[in-house]
């Protein structure tokens, strides 16, 4: 079989409805290799199904994935080995943990995971030192993932609409923290190290069972940010 025909026939397989045929394109590709013609393709069009089958040669330039509303219930480890992946979108899926291979991915700066089901992270994210955006809206969280604080690039979080009942001091590492949203949760007390985040521009705490003696300790000690109560 000539170069041409082995990429013809992975592609008609690929483009089948029939998932045993796109699983007998992945086999072929494993046994054979993938053809270059194909890459655009495949991280375009299958790009859950190249991940699954810990295919990365098709994203070795891709900066942006986005696996939104999918009704994934768990991530591909493969997703950890992609070396250019600045942006990573997996809001509205029902993930209860995340691989521990995404602590390999040294480039990323943002990733959205609202509207999961997520409750920590695991120890290799404390790796992500690039990273400089979260969102962790709407999951089950009871505290902020110790990770997130050798996160020390981290610029926005927004973890609002879960159940975390208190802050860590470890806050205070966040020196970089610009936006900072903790609405909806159950927090009672704010660490005075909250006053090292001199560069935080806006701190959102409505929603939250705080007394007026709290409010006012914030106040004084983040008196050149906007705070939300």
Sequence with gaps: MTELEYEKKIRRLLQSSDEVNQQ????LMKGNGIPQALHQEL???HTLLCLENGFTAPFAHTEKLNLSRLQLTQIPP???YLPRLKFLFLPFNNLEELPAEMGHLSTLKRVYLDGNRLT?????FRHLENLERIALVSN???QIPGEVF???KMRWLDVSFNKIKKLPTEIGKL???EFLTLSHNQIQYIPDNIGKLTNLTSLSLDHNPLSKREMDKVRDLLP????RF
């Design 24 to 27: 007998l394109a992945c086999e």
């Design 78 to 80: 493969a997703m950890g």
């Design 43 to 45: 991280q375009e069009k």
């Design 120 to 124: 920590s992270f695991p120890r290799s």
């Design 140 to 142: 089950r969280l009871t």
């Design 175 to 177: 020196q970089h923290m």
């Design 224 to 227: 050149n940010t906007k705070i």
């Design 150 to 152: 050798y996160m020390r």
